[in-house]
Structures are given as structure tokens and as C-alpha cells.
């Protein structure tokens, strides 16, 4: 998601009428040069808010902050309306004819795939991870890291990831109040914002109406390398009401996280375990720090056979679903016989 950076200054300021209400959001927003995005909302009678984008700046790095409501009972291709079809100068994103928001960033168009992580005991879905994939005339282009490591200054680096987060919140179609939306943050990021992580971005996500305590942000796996930042981003995000996700890249790094912090799920791609018994010391240690352990990259029905053995274990992969734009297309359930 879009969030200006921490210690930007916000003010609302409220025109009283009983039949308008209109809110102006200002967001001070350093990318590139010392940028300003004015979001507009204008509340009429009980529809739906509507929202402005605009940078001021005009580059084509240019973040946008779109703004949106959760309230009411609007159609899914009415919510973006406010939104060109057609790519507008200084703008950053636009709706797409079928009613998804597309984002753009030096000339490729970024859409938004969700992924579901399921409970494996039961086979429902407890929430989705969502990913960013990068088009050029229509086409799959660069791979989303790639296009992420032809960024060389950081300030540009944390636009281009906060308008990936922004672009997914607003796809987000999640059916159930108690659904997370898993979100990642570049390990760039988290050294290039010196403190308050995650201030901005909840008070973006006020605006939203979407509830902090929904949104799980994921930090990566070569963010274990230095504990103490890790320590310092996860408690700064959960102060802030959000929940956090560290991705480990092996069973000692597990180890050293949770002897350090109690973040609220462990990532760790399966195929980083050589067998069930290095999964179930994970799951025995994580359960005892209270973190859920989220098993990623599961490609094989047989897998999740054997994690079933185990209580309360999450998965995530090919053999369960594959990452889909945001239509919420029915899961495949892997219930007990």
C-alpha cells in the first residue's frame, strides 16, 4: 500500500453540511524530489466516497494515494469509478475496463494476484497473500524483483513499494471480515525509514477503513540478518495495530528469531526443511511463542497429507492454489477424509 513516509504531517480539514461532507488529506510525501499528493474525497449524501488523484510533482515516478471505502453496499465495479480508464499524465493508477485498479511505474503496468494461505486441517482459506506482477503492451514483463533492482535510490525504491501495497489493498476482495491480507515490504525499506514504521500507512488505511489488525506485513528473509532492525520494524508495525510476518530461511533462523521477538507468523518455504521432523521442531517451537507457522511454496498434495499431522500448521503454494487476480475464484478444499 501507499503510504507517505514516517513522520509526514496529515490534516483533515471537515466542511460541515448535512448534505456534503468534504475531506481534504494532505500528505507530505518525499520521493525523488520533495513531492506533495493532495487525495481528495467528497462525500455526497450517503454514496460511496470518490477520490482525486494527483502528483504534483508530474515525473513518472510520481506515488499516487488512492482512497476508498469498505461501507455500503456498491457493486465491485462501481467502486473505482472515480478512476480514468486511460493512463492520465502524473497519475499512477487507473481502472481496467473489468473493474481492477492497475498501477504504473517507468512504463510497466503492475496489477495485483492474490495467493491463499489455508488452514491445513480444515482447507478454508484464513486469509491471502498478495503479489505484484509487471506488464508491458499486455504482456508479462520483468519479473517484479527485477523491476525493483533497477531502482538505485531508496527514496524512489519505498514509492514504488508503498504504490504495490496501495494497489493491492484497493484490489483486495476479501469475503470475510476475519480474512488477513498478508502484505511484503522490501528489506530496503526497512532500514530506509529511520523509526515509526507503520504510522503513515495505518493512518492511510483509516482513511481506507480497512482495520489495521487485518493487514499482516511481511518482512523478508534477508531482513534476519540483522535482528536488532528486525526487532525495532516488527515492534514499531504492531504498535501501530498491524500484525507481522517473519520469512526464515532455514530452522536456525527460526530459532533466532523467536528467541529475540514473537512476531505472529513464521514464513518459511518448506522445501528450506529437509524433513517432518525439522517441521515439527518449527511448529512445537513457534507454538510455544504463541507465532503460527505458515509452510510456503507447498507443490505437492502428498506434503500436505503429512502436515496435517500437525496442529494448527498454514500452508500456501501450487498444490493449494495458484496466485489469481483479485476475482476470488473458489479454493480447492483439502479436508481430512
Not at 503496468?109 to 503492451?137: K, M, N, T, W
Not at 495495530?241 to 512476531?263: I, K, T, Y
Amino acid at each position: 500500500m501507499l503510504a507517505a513516509p514516517d513522520g509526514c504531517s496529515a490534516s483533515i480539514v471537515r466542511a460541515g453540511s448535512a448534505a456534503k461532507e468534504e475531506i481534504l488529506l494532505c500528505l507530505s510525501v518525499a520521493v525523488c524530489s520533495a513531492a506533495e499528493i493532495l487525495c481528495s474525497i467528497s462525500c455526497l449524501g450517503g454514496r460511496a466516497p470518490m477520490a482525486r488523484l494527483c502528483s504534483v510533482n508530474g515525473n513518472t515516478h510520481g506515488m499516487g494515494c488512492a482512497m476508498n471505502t469498505r461501507a455500503g453496499n456498491n457493486k465491485t465495479t462501481d467502486r473505482f469509478d472515480w478512476l480514468p480508464l486511460d493512463w492520465q499524465p502524473g497519475q499512477s493508477l487507473r481502472r481496467h475496463e473489468s473493474g481492477v485498479v492497475l498501477g504504473r511505474f517507468l512504463g510497466a503496468e503492475l496489477s495485483s494476484v492474490y495467493q491463499p494461505i489455508i488452514d491445513v486441517a480444515s482447507g478454508q482459506a484464513i486469509g491471502y497473500e498478495a503479489f505484484v506482477r509487471c506488464h508491458a503492451g499486455g504482456e508479462a514483463a520483468l519479473s517484479p524483483w527485477n523491476l525493483f533492482s533497477l531502482v538505485a535510490d531508496d527514496a524512489t525504491l519505498v514509492g514504488l513499494d508503498r504504490l504495490c501495497r496501495t494497489l493491492h489493498v484497493l484490489n483486495d476482495l476479501r469475503t470475510e471480515e476475519d480474512e488477513l491480507l498478508f502484505l511484503n515490504v522490501h528489506g530496503r525499506l526497512l532500514a530506509a525509514v529511520s523509526e515509526d514504521h507503520g504510522a503513515a500507512f495505518r493512518r492511510v488505511l483509516d482513511v481506507l477503513q480497512v482495520r489495521s489488525g487485518n493487514v499482516v506485513i511481511e518482512t523478508p528473509e534477508v531482513a534476519c540478518r540483522d535482528l536488532r532492525l528486525l526487532s525495532f520494524v516488527h515492534a514499531n508495525y504492531r504498535i501501530n495495530g498491524f500484525r507481522v510476518a517473519a520469512n526464515v530461511a532455514s530452522l536456525a533462523d527460526a530459532e533466532a528469531v523467536l528467541g529475540q521477538m514473537r512476531p505472529n507468523f513464521i514464513k518459511i518455504d518448506v522445501r528450506y526443511l529437509r524433513n517432518g521432523d525439522e517441521r515439527g521442531r518449527l511448529v512445537e517451537l513457534a507454538a510455544v511463542h504463541g507465532t503460527s507457522v505458515v509452510f510456503t511454496r507447498v507443490a505437492q498434495g502428498e506434503l500436505l497429507d503429512e502436515l496435517r499431522a500437525a496442529t494448527g500448521v498454514l500452508a500456501q503454494g501450487h498444490a493449494i492454489a495458484e496466485a489469481a487476480p483479485p476475482r476470488r475464484e473458489s479454493i480447492r478444499q483439502f479436508r481430512a477424509a
